[in-house]
């Protein structure tokens, strides 16, 4: 129960200290991932203009750059976001959406992990294709692996860019290069639901700007999304439904009801 007890401080943590998350983030995420970061306690702001990027990364407690409508222009904004956020100190976390499905896409992806993200989130077949082990293809943005499936090709990401690597999916894995953490948390019915990985990606980004131990603090965001995930479900119609319970229940989820239902282990 220790550990249950310190992911609900961090929690708290970003209740509590609201931190400035700055998103370069896609389309089609941008209203859910903005209104998942208030309802959690964070605050975001998502700027893509290269002019003031720079001036964004300084002023942000961490950044998210998330590739999923990658463009020519955007591309630019985010290796100058990354490049900025790894010059300051800052952390920043990469969601490599659809990894391996194009030549462009990849490229992208090696030149922003030069820039060393703080943690990089992603399905099972974009953290295979990242690590350029993949033996399955990428179906969009949909993994067509199960999660425990990339644990050596996350493995060696950690170690290769010394980067926390977080594998979601039924089973959400959080590997740092030495330690596995599972998070058994979670709603078949949240894969319904466009851009909840991206919810994801942003919510560590929150924890990113206020939490110390970044295994603790990725493990405890997946944890608070598993779990609102959980509890909206049993209440939602479907999807459209769990979509708004879903913010409803980052707002308001309570400590009893963390402890009741969150599934950790490690090895």
Known sequence: MVMEKILWKHIESVRSKSPLVHNITNYVVMNNTANALLA???????????SEVPDMVALAHASVINIGTLDEYWSETMLLAAETSHKLGKPWVLD?????????RDKILQQLLAFKPIVVKGNAS?????????????????STADSSEAVNAAIGLAIQHETLVCISGETDIIVNGTQTVFVKNGH??????????????????????VVDDKTEGVTA???LLGIAGEL??????GPGSLQLKLIDKLHNLSEKEFYDHIRISKQ
């Not at 295979?128 to 943005?141: C, D, I, P, W």
Request: net charge negative; with cysteine.
């Open 232 to 237: 909206s479900a049993e209440q939602a119609d």
């Open 96 to 104: 490599p959406v659809g990894a391996g499905a194009t030549p462009f």
């Open 126 to 142: 974009e953290i295979m294709a990242l690590a350029q082990t993949n033996e399955v293809a990428t179906k969009g943005v949909d």
């Open 188 to 209: 078949p019915l949240m894969t319904k639901v466009t851009g909840m990985g991206c919810t994801a990606s942003a919510l560590i980004g929150a924890f990113m700007g």
């Open 221 to 223: 965001a997946m944890a």
């Open 40 to 50: 959690a306690g964070a605050s975001p702001i998502m700027a893509h203009a290269k």
